[in-house]
């Protein structure tokens, strides 16, 4: 059984998505959240999963934050620790602690629009597909080997929240397509890449094309 702690700062749609997948081989074994009233907690522990808040704002600095973080994640001895909206920039510290088992969700496809308001910059920029990834983390920012992608069309008269509506469905498939992958030992890192045994086309989901209007 391989033990995942999942991190959040909010609503936790995504993590709630983990959960119900009820992945065999996967126990969730704690949710922690940086944010004493992150919307995802309730959830949790509704659920009978550990809950714990570590909040940021209690610290000096992002290192003090991190290692207490980290102190209580390792509580858990997790073999995943999965980034589900977490707001908060680790430090290289804490990422190379985890190496190779953090992964998190960018809602974007990366390595284009790093960072935040993604779903925005993407339609100021027209383009006409957008998306999510699912990365391991890397002490660079929003970068390290993508694991699946889901690839949506931009529609005419979209705006911010439809946009980030039709991403935020096909998160809630590929996050815990990723997750179980990494349960099932499917997925090995091969410098910048991540690899998936087994699957002819590695992790890129195509929504359905736009009608023509
Ligand atoms: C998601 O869009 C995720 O990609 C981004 O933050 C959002 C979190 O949503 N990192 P939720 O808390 O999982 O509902």
């Not at 980034?83 to 953090?102: I, K, N």
């Not at 779903?119 to 699912?134: C, F, K, P, S, W």
């Not at 699946?148 to 529609?155: C, K, N, S």
Request: glycine share 8%.
């Amino acid at each position: 059984m391989k033990s995942i702690v999942i991190l959040i700062s909010g609503r936790g749609s995504n993590m709630e998505a983990i959960v119900q997948a009820a992945i065999p081989g996967a126990r969730i074994a704690a949710v922690i959240s940086n944010r004493p009233n992150a919307g995802g907690l309730a959830f949790a522990a509704a659920q009978g999963i550990a809950t714990a808040v570590v909040d940021h704002t209690a610290y000096a600095d992002r290192a003090a934050f991190d290692a207490a973080l980290a102190a209580v994640i390792n509580r858990h001895a997790p073999d995943l620790v999965v980034l589900a909206g977490f707001m908060r920039v680790l430090t290289p510290d804490f990422v190379r602690q985890y190496e190779g088992r953090l992964i998190n969700i960018h809602p974007s496809l990366l390595p284009s629009f790093t960072g935040l308001h993604t779903h925005q910059r993407a339609l100021e920029a027209g383009v006409r597909v957008h998306g999510t990834t699912v990365h391991f983390v890397t002490a660079e920012l929003d970068c390290g080997p993508i694991i699946i992608q889901a690839v949506v069309p931009v529609m005419a008269g979209d705006d911010e929240a439809a946009l980030s509506a039709r991403v935020l469905a096909q998160e809630h498939r590929i996050f815990p397509q990723a997750v179980r992958w990494i349960v099932e030992d499917r997925v090995s890192i091969d410098g910048s890449v991540a690899r998936v045994a087994g699957v002819r086309e590695p992790g890129v989901l195509i929504s359905p094309p736009p009608e023509d209007v």
